[in-house]
């Protein structure tokens, strides 16, 4: 009898050990590539690519189940980038270039709620309590989450209008920008 | 003088004969004049006067914004009418704020400056008076003058090369300004010599203009530090780094500066300009601009007011043939397409060319057949036909990596390519999107950088209160002993 609850005891102890030393030791690192996607990301959590944030974005990405192009607001720099973190072949011209999107607050319906400049994972905007707010252009990367919490709906994305610093010649054989 | 030997260039059918040999023309004053605040390379202007508000000739109207600007200032008296946007001199066609200047007929100026002695100013004096008077480069970079002399007398400068060559076809305006002008544009270039401290300045002149050499050699003679180079007529003769690689033997490295080797270019309408601001006090308010091209009927060269629109140029100059197939600013070869001619002539347009459909090239593109004449001439060094291979299959990065950026856009391999492919327009076309990644990556890491500060500034701010939170409950189980 004495001896039966020895042996049990000790081989719970011991097994217990063992299972709390491999636990520490023999431990499944977290995929490298996932940390190495997640610093290319733009951190904003902004939900575009249909995951729940950039941390699952990147996982996705290192399994190779989300496409290189997944996210829109880092536009086509991030893409290549990540095509060469993961050795992906890619065909640039098929990627088709979105036009730079900006926030924009339409001041006739702007009631100064506050609740977009808590959502702007940028600090984008800026406002006071029933004040009008407004959008620092350089600072918004059109992730769209402060278009959902809007009350009145005021708050819309839009093409960033082309100037003379940012037009650019078109490629031979392509149809240039009508004037 | 040791002279080296530069690499490349072509012989194109220069078009000089009609406009070199006729005095310039001032133009009768226009009905408004239209300012762009973007004239230069770097930050915008800005406005510093009213709608409604009088000017005097001369007056500063935008002031320069940060280093990298330059000011705008008043081409004659009148009154502003509006502050708004215009169509820039630019192949976009693209609005851009523009200043609308009323002139009155009177031309009223501001007191003129009392005569000083420019050699007895210091560097960093001469070179805020250019930069008061908003001199940009005027050969068509547009550079602020003022930058380039500040950076030039950080270092030393042995010589100072004064830009007189056009090689460009049609443009006659630095010629006649060398014929009309001689000895203001080599005491400009004097002044400039005492800026930057050099001990040396060289002339360089194509030798198609020989009025222009032998004006410019009697003017410089009484100075033996100032040298008129005759320079081999070949294009791109005039562009910068081939005009140092010719006259110091040295080539500018790829990615470096013309300062790295001791030398500085300036055109010579710049220069003029120059002595015009330190010796009378007048700002650059107008410039010379060649008007010609098969459709114009009678070529010459204009004395123009900034802001003076570009219809309203070739209408004084007597007007059209024949409808232009292309309108360019500048010269043939690295001109700019312009939209149409209600467009203002600005600080760096040194011709305006009306071209006919037989002066153009050919638009019918057929395949590279390999030939290696685009290699031949290209005066950088370049294979122009294995980057427009690579940029066609949209791999700029690998266009880059075999010299793409040391391309000088002067346009010799389109020039000569057999098969009319537009090899400059690729490249174009590439430099533009390397530019506007590297745009897009700075703004990706600003924006990266903006949410880690922010979800930083959110833990704090949870740590703070949970802080809090923990302290008053420490206090009131405290004062709860107390009572205890």
Same mark, same amino acid.
């Given at each position: 009898m004495i001896s039966a609850i020895m042996v049990i005891t000790s081989m719970g102890l011991g097994l217990g050990y063992a299972l709390a030393l491999s636990s520490r030791y023999l431990k499944v690192e977290k995929n490298p590539i996932t940390e190495d996607i997640e610093a290319l990301l733009p951190g904003s959590q902004c939900g575009q690519c249909g995951f729940p944030g950039c941390g699952a974005a990147a996982e996705a990405l290192s399994r190779g189940e989300a496409p290189v192009t997944l996210c829109p607001p880092g536009g086509k720099v991030l893409v290549m980038a990540l095509a060469q973190k993961l050795s992906v072949e890619l065909d640039l011209s098929s990627i088709e270039e979105q036009a730079p999107m900006l926030a924009v607050i339409k001041a006739e319906t702007c009631i100064g709620c506050t609740r977009c400049l808590k959502v702007c994972p940028t600090d984008a905007i800026i406002g006071a309590p029933k004040q009008l707010h407004t959008v620092i252009k350089s600072a918004c990367s059109a992730c769209g989450k402060c278009i959902g919490v809007c009350p009145t709906e005021c708050l819309h994305l839009q093409p960033v209008a082309q100037d003379l610093k940012t037009w650019r010649w078109s490629k031979p054989g392509q149809i240039t920008a009508q004037i | 003088m040791k002279l080296a030997r530069t690499r490349g260039g072509v012989h194109p059918e220069y078009h000089k004969k009609p406009t070199s040999a006729l005095p310039v023309e001032s133009l009768p004053l226009p009905q408004m004049l239209y300012l762009p605040? =973007? =004239?230069?390379?770097?930050t915008t202007a800005v406005p510093v006067v009213k709608v409604g508000e009088y000017v005097r000739k001369g007056q500063m109207i935008a002031s320069a914004e940060g280093h990298l600007s330059a000011h705008i200032h008043a081409p004659t008296s009148g009154k502003i009418k509006f502050i708004a946007d215009f169509t820039a001199p630019h192949p976009s066609g693209l609005p851009t704020l523009t200043i609308q200047l009323e002139p009155d007929g009177l031309d009223i100026a501001d007191d003129e400056l009392p005569d000083r002695d420019p050699f007895a100013l210091s560097s960093r004096e001469i070179s805020s008076i250019v930069s008061e008077a908003g001199i940009v480069g005027m050969g068509g970079a547009a550079f602020p003058s003022a930058v380039k002399l500040d950076q030039g007398s950080k270092g030393q400068i042995h010589t100072l090369i004064i830009n007189g060559s056009e090689c460009e076809p049609y443009l006659t305006c630095d010629d006649r300004l060398m014929q009309e002008h001689a000895d203001g544009i080599v005491d400009g270039a004097r002044i400039m010599m005492h800026a930057l401290n050099a001990p040396c300045a060289r002339i360089a002149i194509e030798g198609n203009k020989p009025e222009a050499i032998a004006t410019m050699k009697a003017a410089a003679s009484s100075w033996d530090n100032i040298a008129v180079v005759p320079m081999p007529v070949c294009y791109p003769m005039g562009s910068a780094k081939q005009m140092i690689q010719f006259i110091t033997g040295k080539e500018v490295p790829a990615g470096g500066r013309s300062a790295e080797l001791g030398v500085l270019v300036h055109n010579v309408a710049t220069t003029f300009a120059v002595h015009q601001a330190l010796r009378t006090g007048r700002p650059l308010i107008s410039r010379l601009v060649t008007v010609g091209g098969g459709a114009i009927r009678s070529p010459r060269n204009f004395h123009v007011l900034l802001g003076t629109l570009v219809s309203d140029l070739i209408e004084s100059s007597g007007g059209l043939k024949e409808s232009p197939a292309r309108l360019l600013s500048g010269g043939p070869m690295m001109g700019q397409i312009m939209p149409h001619a209600h467009v203002p002539i600005v600080k760096n347009t040194s011709g305006i060319i009306a071209l006919i459909g037989s002066e153009l090239q050919k638009d019918d593109t057929r395949p590279c057949i390999r030939c290696g004449r685009c290699v031949s001439v290209c005066p950088a060094g370049l294979l122009p036909l294995q980057m427009a291979a690579r940029i066609r299959v949209d791999d700029v990065d690998g266009a880059a990596k075999i010299g793409l950026t040391d391309c000088i856009s002067c346009g010799s391999c389109s020039y000569v390519c057999p098969s009319n492919i537009p090899l400059v327009h690729y490249f174009t076309f590439a430099k533009g999107e390397l530019s506007s990644r590297r745009e897009q990556q700075r703004q990706n890491d600003h924006i990266r950088g903006l949410t880690e500060s922010r979800s930083k500034r959110l833990a704090e701010q949870k740590r703070a209160k949970a802080e809090e939170l923990a302290k008053k409950k420490a206090r009131s189980n405290n004062s709860k002993e107390t009572v205890n």
């Open positions: - | 605040l =973007q =004239q230069h390379v770097g």
